[in-house]
């Protein structure tokens, strides 16, 4: 998160002006515009710490990581993870690369080769990763099924995805992503699709692999209340761009975009026991990504709007407190324009 952060060496990705842009074609050819999934972001990450990013579905959460994990080539800018430049990696090296991120996504039985046992999933990506000495894979299985609390392993190995629970699917899903002891963890939504009983487990068994291996994790979902189990940094996400970056307990106490604020409105607990009523998220559609609003791309839907301004002219970030930065014109002294401190 750049000057949130205090620029050292522990920095393992590192993120400037990313943007991610699908074009589209007319009747499958002509060039009809792009898609402007994600627009310019920038932001840092450590060894070891755990950052949520959250926004509503289609904002580009999922786009921006697919670029950091190598799967979407980045329109313009770059991505530096454990010193390797993304847009200068490839063969070997990407494949080094793409195994220091493990990933967990949103659907777990979507994720699992469905005619495959659970041994064979696991035992693939060590193959692939040139582990050749079957009892060295089958030790870091056992391990691994250990971490993620799935036993007995002599039980779950010979089974298929489809005869476990949806919860035991994601822990599987966990494992494969921890077996080749990765530094980063991406979950992209990975209690979403489960039963509001085994999200807390889930959750908290995240929050216990990052602990215990010093993971850096990036958390991604559109519900801000989870985001407890993942402490250290957040930020949310709008129509591609990073609205607002701060340390967890600074962006609960005192959420200051429009958006977030009304995010913050619309989100309930996700243990079932305490379960708040589904508010609204906030009145209006998304935002074309293909012709997104002049001005401040939530100018539509603000209360806040002030015309002539935030439907003109973009917004900078401005850092208004202490590990704190919006990307919103209510935060420019005298709505002067132009003073914000990070480029974007
Ligand atoms: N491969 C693709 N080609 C074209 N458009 C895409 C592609 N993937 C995602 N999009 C579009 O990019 C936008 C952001 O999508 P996504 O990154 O999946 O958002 P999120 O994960 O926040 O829901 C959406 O409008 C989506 O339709
Ligand atoms: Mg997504």
Redesign the pocket.
């Known amino acids: 998160m750049d000057d949130i952060q205090e620029k050292s060496k522990d920095v393992l990705l590192s993120i400037q002006n990313l943007h991610v842009w699908?074009e589209l074609k007319k009747f499958g050819f002509g060039h009809a515009g792009f898609?402007k999934?994600v627009d310019g972001v920038t932001f840092d990450l450590k060894q070891g710490d755990a950052m949520a990013c959250v926004?509503e579905?289609?904002?580009?959460?999922?786009?921006l990581m697919k670029a950091i994990m190598g799967l979407n080539r980045p329109t313009k800018g770059e991505i530096v993870f454990d010193n390797m430049k993304l847009t200068e990696t490839k063969g070997n090296d990407l494949r080094e690369y793409r195994s220091k991120i493990g990933y967990v996504q949103q659907d777990p039985f979507g994720a699992l080769p469905p005619f495959m046992s659970i041994q064979r999933i696991l035992e693939e990506p060590l193959i692939i990763n040139g582990i050749k000495d079957k009892a060295e894979r089958m030790r870091r299985i056992e391990k691994t099924l250990n971490e993620v609390k799935l036993t007995p392993i002599e039980e779950v190995l010979p089974k298929y995805p489809h005869m476990l629970s949806g919860g035991q699917q994601q822990r599987i899903v966990i494992a494969r992503a921890m077996i080749l002891e990765p530094q980063l963890l991406v979950a992209d939504e990975p209690v979403s699709m489960l039963d509001a009983s085994v999200r807390v487990e889930i959750l908290k068994l995240l929050r216990g692999l990052q602990e215990s291996h010093n993971l850096a994790v990036i958390y991604i979902t559109h519900d801000l209340s989870t985001v407890r189990y993942f402490s250290e940094y957040i930020f949310v996400m709008y129509a591609g761009e990073v609205i607002e970056m701060a340390k967890m307990e600074v962006l609960l106490g005192n959420p200051q975009h429009p958006y977030t604020q009304a995010l913050m409105e619309a989100s309930a607990d996700p243990d079932a026991n305490n379960a708040l009523v589904i508010r609204d998220v906030p009145p209006g559609e998304p935002p074309s990504?293909v012709n997104p609003p002049s001005g401040c791309r939530f100018n539509p839907r603000c209360k806040h709007m002030m015309p002539g301004l935030c439907d003109v002219k973009r917004p900078p970030m401005f850092h208004t407190e202490d590990n704190h930065k919006v990307l919103c014109w209510l935060f420019d002294e005298g709505h002067k324009g132009g003073t914000g401190d990070a480029p974007r």
């Open positions: 699908y898609v999934a926004g579905s289609g904002c580009g959460k999922s786009s990504l």
